[in-house]
């Protein structure tokens, strides 16, 4: 009878330590971390009154005969499942989404306890604490690598209060854009002459001898920006005055119907029947009559020789061409004569020239001065320089004049003749379309390029102040900009641009120049500043990225910072697509950067899903400056909690398994929220309503059995 007792208490002793649990999980339903626990009720040892027996022949087997002697409460469960993530204000909270606990220190990392409550904050000595006081554990950025090194040994986060980071000189820019190579561009500036030290020149500066290579006039745009795609042999002829024969002399007589002839060759390539003038003489004619016969039929083949004749004084004959059509012959060149024309076949003229484009190099001064012949150019410093010398080698003294060719500061060629003197002479300047008469030859007119040049057709007179010009030639181009910083974090201008100067079966080429400010040097650097770099952008048939040079500059900033700063210019990968290209596309900088930056103070913190924290400075730079450390155990229901949100190891629970957020099973660490209790209200609730019912009738057994009791008293009565 006493035994039920017994049980009785038991139950009451076991509900009321259930109740405690529960208890304390409703009290921590708003705690930060917490996670609620369960009692686990187990019975006690029972009381055998029979122990079982096994069959036996006809008889079966007994099972034994038990009494229990009531429950104890056997152990208790810690739950730790996820509890809700709550947003909040502050941004140095931190909520653990997933496995795994903060790792927190009382005594400066020699001890460690753990936490799911991420209310950190920083107190002020910079240390990262939580509500205890205890310094949050993790790694720290490296001063001289300056990255977080997480397989580094933990140790306390301290972020130093006003906290600064010195500049940081630039070690690298990284370009990546296109570079149009199409037909019909949109950015283009004035193509310019370079001198022979590298510099460019001003437009005053430019005479002949100091000019040198600036670029494949083929590859040049007009202003409309289209390209001129000159070919091999292509190009124009320019005339300086009309060519003028004199001392034609007029024959007359002759034997009636016997041929008169004259040929004239076409441009000094071909003699054809088209050119030959030909009447037939009248017996008894005078010499006038002969001359103005004569002059007739030249003037008949005028449309086709470009030569025209008049009459002069004494019935001489004179030939005229001015040299102004493209359909017909340039300069005076007389093949032959038959009969008695009275034409002197020694007495050609020529004041036009061809200036014919050639993929290679000019002709270098082969063909100057002779007039007729042909002058072969590639670049515009070439063409300009052959233009002024041909201008000069005419008039009284041949070379002597003062006639002026430079290109201007529009990327125009623009001719002078400024002074008066006997050796100067009146120009008219004429330009034509040139297309080749030889038979076989597929030359034809680059009605673009002729049209540039063809703007020069004007007269300027010996002493006249004005000035003719072709239309601007125009470099495709294209450029960035970057401030860099020197050791002092002062800042400098780079600026690269690109200007396209050559094309051939196997790559494309530009122009490159890379220039800084005038206070600052650059290594190798030319122009009168030392402040310039030429270079070139070599790209494949493909547009990929063949061969940049340079590939770094060094820089000299003149103002007490490091000298010899050495700067890597990242254009790409060779062969690839990833940085410089080159396609018909309009040209365009999709990306630049760099990696210098200037000293800053400590203006805010964040803390990715990584646990870095990462510093914002008020030069615009962040950079992680330290990282949250994380434990995992194997059996976390095995850690003992010490109060505070605070849980240590315990034998059961293995060693902690440290390591960075999001690893090895680890879970995220989500910045500016908290995770809250995971205790159910409806579940606790409930659960109370069962212990509060287990209670009462366990009660109900003690007071049954003290009834039973009474009445057994009672039979001694």
């Given at each position: 009878?006493?035994?039920?007792?017994?049980?009785?208490?038991?139950?009451?002793?076991?509900?009321?330590?259930?109740?405690?649990?529960?208890?304390?999980?409703?009290a921590n339903v708003n705690t930060v971390g917490f996670k609620y626990s369960r009692a686990n009720f187990s019975d006690l040892l029972a009381q055998t009154r029979a122990i079982a027996t096994a069959p036996q022949g006809q008889l079966g087997g007994k099972n034994p005969v038990q009494v229990g002697l009531g429950s104890s409460v056997s152990s208790m469960t810690r739950i730790f499942a996820q509890g809700s993530i709550q947003n909040s204000d502050k941004n140095t909270d931190v909520a653990i989404q997933g496995d795994g606990f903060l790792i927190i220190s009382p005594d400066g990392g020699n001890t460690y306890k753990y936490t799911r409550a991420g209310d950190l904050k920083?107190?002020?000595?910079?240390?990262?604490?939580?509500?205890?006081?205890?310094?949050?554990?993790?790694?720290?950025?490296?001063?001289?690598?300056?990255?977080?090194?997480?397989?580094?040994?933990?140790?306390?986060?301290?972020?130093?209060?006003?906290?600064?980071?010195?500049?940081?000189?630039?070690?690298?820019?990284?370009?990546?854009?296109?570079?149009?190579?199409?037909?019909?561009?949109?950015?283009?500036?004035?193509?310019?002459?370079?001198?022979?030290?590298?510099?460019?020149?001003?437009?005053?500066?430019?005479?002949?001898?100091?000019?040198?290579?600036?670029?494949?006039?083929?590859?040049?745009?007009?202003?409309?920006?289209?390209?001129?795609?000159?070919?091999?042999?292509?190009?124009?002829?320019?005339?300086?005055?009309?060519?003028?024969?004199?001392?034609?002399?007029?024959?007359?007589?002759?034997?009636?119907?016997?041929?008169?002839?004259?040929?004239?060759?076409?441009?000094?390539?071909?003699?054809?029947?088209?050119?030959?003038?030909?009447?037939?003489?009248?017996?008894?004619?005078?010499?006038?009559?002969?001359?103005?016969?004569?002059?007739?039929?030249?003037?008949?083949?005028?449309?086709?020789?470009?030569?025209?004749?008049?009459?002069?004084?004494?019935?001489?004959?004179?030939?005229?061409?001015?040299?102004?059509?493209?359909?017909?012959?340039?300069?005076?060149?007389?093949?032959?004569?038959?009969?008695?024309?009275?034409i002197d076949v020694t007495q050609d003229v020529s004041t036009a020239e061809r200036y014919l484009y050639t993929e290679g190099s000019g002709s270098n001064g082969v063909g100057i001065g002779v007039f007729g012949s042909q002058t072969t150019f590639n670049t515009m410093a070439e063409l300009r320089n052959f233009i002024q010398e041909d201008a000069r080698s005419l008039g009284a003294i041949p070379g002597n004049n003062g006639i002026t060719v430079v290109v201007n500061s529009e990327g125009q060629i623009e001719i002078g003749n400024p002074n008066s003197t006997a050796d100067d002479y009146n120009l008219n300047m004429q330009v034509t379309g040139y297309s080749s008469h030889?038979?076989?030859?597929?030359?034809?007119?680059?009605?673009?390029?002729?049209?540039?040049?063809?703007?020069?057709?004007?007269?300027?007179?010996?002493?006249?102040?004005?000035?003719?010009?072709?239309?601007?030639?125009?470099?495709?181009?294209?450029?960035?900009?970057?401030?860099?910083?020197?050791?002092?974090?002062?800042?400098?201008?780079?600026?690269?641009?690109?200007?396209?100067?050559?094309?051939?079966?196997?790559?494309?080429?530009?122009?490159?120049?890379?220039?800084?400010?005038?206070?600052?040097?650059?290594?190798?650097?030319?122009?009168?500043?030392?402040?310039?770099?030429?270079?070139?952008?070599?790209?494949?048939?493909?547009?990929?990225?063949?061969?940049?040079?340079?590939?770094?500059?060094?820089?000299?900033?003149?103002?007490?910072?490091?000298?010899?700063?050495?700067?890597?210019?990242?254009?790409?990968?060779?062969?690839?697509?990833?940085?410089?290209?080159?396609?018909?596309?309009?040209?365009?900088?999709?990306?630049?950067?760099?990696?210098?930056?200037?000293?800053?103070?400590?203006?805010?913190?964040?803390?990715?899903?990584?646990?870095?924290?990462?510093?914002?400075?008020?030069?615009?730079?962040?950079?992680?400056?330290?990282?949250?450390?994380?434990?995992?155990?194997?059996?976390?229901?095995?850690?003992?909690?010490?109060?505070?949100?605070?849980?240590?190891?315990?034998?059961?629970?293995?060693?902690?398994?440290?390591?960075?957020?999001?690893?090895?099973?680890?879970?995220?660490?989500?910045?500016?929220?908290?995770?809250?209790?995971?205790?159910?209200?409806?579940?606790?609730?409930?659960?109370?309503?069962?212990?509060?019912?287990?209670?009462?009738?366990?009660?109900?057994?003690?007071?049954?059995?003290?009834?039973?009791?009474?009445?057994?008293?009672?039979?001694?009565?």
């Amino acid at each position: 009878m006493l035994k039920s007792l017994f049980s009785g208490v038991s139950g009451l002793q076991s509900h009321q330590v259930a109740m405690d649990v529960e208890s304390n999980n409703i009290a921590n339903v708003n705690t930060v971390g917490f996670k609620y626990s369960r009692a686990n009720f187990s019975d006690l040892l029972a009381q055998t009154r029979a122990i079982a027996t096994a069959p036996q022949g006809q008889l079966g087997g007994k099972n034994p005969v038990q009494v229990g002697l009531g429950s104890s409460v056997s152990s208790m469960t810690r739950i730790f499942a996820q509890g809700s993530i709550q947003n909040s204000d502050k941004n140095t909270d931190v909520a653990i989404q997933g496995d795994g606990f903060l790792i927190i220190s009382p005594d400066g990392g020699n001890t460690y306890k753990y936490t799911r409550a991420g209310d950190l904050k920083f107190d002020a000595g910079g240390n990262f604490v939580d509500n205890n006081g205890y310094i949050s554990q993790g790694w720290l950025r490296d001063p001289v690598t300056g990255q977080v090194d997480s397989t580094a040994p933990i140790t306390n986060i301290n972020i130093p209060p006003g906290l600064t980071t010195p500049a940081s000189a630039t070690a690298e820019i990284v370009l990546k854009a296109n570079l149009n190579s199409g037909p019909l561009v949109e950015s283009f500036s004035p193509a310019y002459e370079i001198s022979s030290t590298g510099g460019t020149l001003e437009p005053a500066a430019v005479s002949n001898g100091v000019a040198v290579n600036s670029g494949d006039i083929g590859v040049m745009y007009n202003p409309n920006g289209e390209r001129f795609d000159l070919q091999e042999g292509q190009g124009v002829w320019i005339s300086y005055t009309e060519s003028i024969s004199t001392g034609h002399a007029a024959v007359g007589g002759g034997t009636a119907g016997t041929a008169m002839s004259i040929v004239f060759n076409v441009d000094q390539e071909l003699s054809e029947p088209a050119n030959q003038v030909t009447i037939n003489a009248v017996e008894g004619a005078t010499a006038a009559d002969s001359a103005r016969n004569l002059a007739a039929a030249v003037n008949a083949r005028t449309s086709i020789t470009g030569i025209s004749a008049i009459v002069t004084a004494g019935d001489a004959l004179e030939l005229r061409n001015n040299n102004s059509s493209d359909a017909a012959s340039h300069n005076i060149n007389i093949a032959s004569q038959t009969g008695n024309t009275g034409i002197d076949v020694t007495q050609d003229v020529s004041t036009a020239e061809r200036y014919l484009y050639t993929e290679g190099s000019g002709s270098n001064g082969v063909g100057i001065g002779v007039f007729g012949s042909q002058t072969t150019f590639n670049t515009m410093a070439e063409l300009r320089n052959f233009i002024q010398e041909d201008a000069r080698s005419l008039g009284a003294i041949p070379g002597n004049n003062g006639i002026t060719v430079v290109v201007n500061s529009e990327g125009q060629i623009e001719i002078g003749n400024p002074n008066s003197t006997a050796d100067d002479y009146n120009l008219n300047m004429q330009v034509t379309g040139y297309s080749s008469h030889i038979t076989g030859s597929t030359v034809v007119n680059n009605s673009r390029f002729t049209n540039n040049m063809a703007v020069l057709n004007t007269s300027l007179t010996a002493g006249s102040t004005r000035t003719a010009y072709t239309q601007a030639f125009n470099s495709a181009s294209h450029s960035s900009s970057i401030d860099v910083f020197d050791s002092l974090g002062s800042k400098h201008t780079i600026r690269m641009e690109f200007r396209k100067v050559g094309m051939t079966d196997t790559y494309s080429e530009w122009d490159m120049i890379i220039s800084s400010p005038i206070t600052t040097d650059l290594l190798n650097g030319v122009g009168p500043y030392n402040n310039e770099i030429h270079g070139h952008m070599r790209f494949n048939p493909d547009g990929s990225l063949l061969d940049p040079r340079p590939t770094f500059v060094e820089l000299d900033p003149n103002n007490g910072a490091a000298l010899g700063q050495h700067i890597d210019l990242s254009f790409g990968s060779i062969g690839s697509f990833d940085g410089m290209t080159s396609f018909d596309n309009p040209s365009a900088t999709s990306g630049i950067s760099q990696d210098g930056y200037t000293g800053g103070d400590l203006v805010g913190i964040r803390i990715d899903q990584s646990g870095t924290l990462v510093g914002s400075f008020s030069n615009g730079r962040s950079f992680g400056l330290a990282q949250i450390a994380m434990a995992k155990f194997t059996n976390n229901e095995g850690l003992s909690t010490e109060g505070g949100n605070v849980f240590i190891q315990t034998a059961n629970s293995g060693d902690p398994i440290i390591g960075t957020a999001a690893t090895a099973g680890r879970g995220f660490i989500q910045s500016s929220a908290l995770e809250a209790s995971n205790v159910d209200l409806s579940r606790a609730l409930t659960q109370l309503i069962i212990i509060q019912r287990g209670f009462q009738a366990n009660g109900k057994t003690i007071t049954t059995s003290d009834q039973l009791l009474e009445t057994l008293i009672g039979l001694k009565r």
